[in-house]
């Protein structure tokens, strides 16, 4: 089991930036590729952000490109999401989440383990 836990969230105006973590326990995720996830009010969840067992590889939703960045230290067994530029249309609870794989994984079916989410919100 993995267990993971995000934080970092909170109430910042458009332009502004944040830093996401997600912590796991349970085990190593030397073994494991990570996603970042966000769900809006009345919205289904989207992928935002997916990044490989070892770091190398990395994937963006066009909507976050340019502005977001994945990254992961699996000593620490963290993964973060730096977002950068954030537009009121980036408010949403974000979510971290675990899958024991290679490669990168963009749909949310493919995840076993999530995370409790993290609320981010963007004001004009």
């Known amino acids: 089991q993995v267990q993971l836990v995000e934080s970092g969230g909170g109430l910042v105006q458009a332009g502004d930036s944040l830093r996401l973590s997600c912590a796991a326990s349970?085990?190593?995720?030397?073994?494991?590729?990570m996603g970042w996830f966000r769900q809006a009010p009345g919205k289904e969840r989207e992928f935002v952000a997916a990044i490989s067992m070892s770091g190398g590889s990395t994937y963006y939703v066009d909507s976050v490109k340019g502005r977001f960045t994945i990254s992961r230290d699996n000593a620490k067994n963290t993964v973060w999401l730096q977002m950068n530029s954030l537009k009121p249309e980036d408010t949403a609870v974000y979510y971290c989440a675990a899958v024991r794989r290679f490669g990168i994984a963009t749909k949310s079916q493919e995840y076993n383990y999530w995370g409790q989410g993290t609320q981010v919100t963007v004001s004009s």
């Open positions: 349970g085990r190593t995720l030397n073994n494991y590729a």
